[in-house]
């Protein structure tokens, strides 16, 4: 099994900044990809950005050039850099992770969630 905990999420004025992570732990071997996505009240969830674990990442047209995403490896952690925000990306932002993990006879492959972390952009 494993977790996903976000952490940095708030309240923040347009034009400011902010810096999301997502901590995964538990029995990990290994994590393939890792990705953010975000649900606006009333909208459906979206991608934001994701990231292989080679580096490789994709992110969607709406934050290019706004927002950065980044992982630590070692620390099984993603990032979201995210600046120059707007009203439009208020959301509850979370991460999904696809995390290979430890069980006696080998190993188990899942898509896991964290619990979302919400992002409020207003003045």
């Known amino acids: 099994q494993a977790q996903l905990v976000e952490s940095g999420g708030g309240l923040v004025q347009p034009g400011g900044s902010l810096r999301l992570a997502c901590a995964a732990s538990?029995?990990?071997?290994?994590?393939?990809?890792m990705a953010w996505y975000r649900q606006a009240p009333g909208k459906q969830r979206e991608l934001v950005a994701g990231?292989?674990?080679?580096?490789?990442?994709n992110v969607a047209d709406s934050v290019k050039g706004r927002f950065t995403i980044s992982r630590d490896n070692a620390k099984n952690t993603v990032y979201l850099q995210m600046n120059n925000l707007k009203p439009e990306d208020t959301a509850v932002y979370s991460c999904n992770a696809d995390i290979n993990t430890r069980v006696t006879w080998g190993s188990v492959r899942r898509v896991y969630w964290g619990q979302g972390t919400q992002v409020t952009v207003s003045s």
């Open positions: 990231i292989l674990s080679g580096g490789s990442t």
């Open positions: 538990g029995s990990i071997s290994s994590i393939n990809a």
